[in-house]
């Protein structure tokens, strides 16, 4: 067996630690891997070629990035915060959980990439709640607002993850089908994504009071450091 294409792993890993271009560190292992299986530089080039033509729809979500740092540019982060600082009775709690029930809802129904880390995270979810932790008792320190943030990006994860599965044509569930049908057992989609729901809704739930205690104690904390600084002053 020929091991010197692994020289491609070694090559990622010590890419990643120097925190080179990641682009460059994955093309240029792909390069060595494929010198070291003897592959000639026409055959790397063309595999390529037809790579990324059959993976052309990816370059979609790198679009994005450039729409959003313009929306940015545009006062997009302080329209959120304003727009936040209006409603007088929402809550660090009631604005996770609600994006959270949205962004699950739209991965049962496969509109997996309507939102996400880049698209809605960073430019709105995090700043609005942001300002809706502050309202209670002031802003947050930074140690707490990388933890809102955070758990801002858990909040996605959770809805997209636990809700995907509930998708009938998503990749996981056709896989099982076809696991257990090399075994002799037949599923349908159908079956296997209601039997994901169960799951789903406990991750719902599980993570929505994981975000009421976060709020709780994050009020607790603020309402502390408030407290402080009047009787410092």
């Known amino acids: 067996m020929n091991y010197w294409p692994l020289l491609g792993v070694a090559w990622v890993v010590v890419g990643f ?23 000639s530089i026409g055959e790397l ?13 990816l370059l979609m979500f790198a679009m994005t990035l450039p729409t959003i740092g313009l929306l940015e540019r545009a006062g997009l982060r302080e329209h959120a915060l304003r727009w936040i600082a209006r409603w007088r009775g929402l809550t660090l ?23 996400g880390h880049a698209q809605t995270v960073r430019p ?14 002031g802003p947050v320190s930074r140690d ?3 933890k809102v943030r955070a758990l801002s990006a858990a909040t996605d994860n959770v809805g997209r993850f636990f809700g995907e599965d509930v998708f009938l044509a998503f990749g996981a569930v056709l ?3 076809g696991f ?31 975000i009421v205690f976060f709020q709780r104690a994050l009020d607790r904390r603020t309402a502390a450091a408030a407290e402080y600084s009047d009787a410092v002053d």
């Open 124 to 137: 709105l979810l995090a700043p609005m709640a942001e300002s809706a932790a502050s309202k209670p008792h």
């Open 93 to 115: 709690a009631r604005l996770l959980t609600g994006y959270l029930a949205v962004r699950q809802g739209l991965s049962m129904l496969g509109l997996i990439d309507i939102a």
């Open 17 to 39: 630690v120097l925190r080179a271009n990641p682009v460059i560190v994955v093309v240029s292992a792909g390069l060595v891997s494929g010198l070291a299986a003897g592959k």
């Open 45 to 57: 080039l063309a595999l390529l070629g037809e790579s990324f033509v059959s993976n052309r729809a």
């Open 144 to 146: 707490d607002a990388q």
């Open 175 to 177: 896989l099982i089908q």
């Open 180 to 210: 257990y049908a090399q075994h002799g057992i037949a599923l349908e989609p159908l079956q296997i994504a209601l039997w994901a729901l169960p799951t789903a809704i406990a991750a719902f739930v599980i993570h929505a009071i994981r």
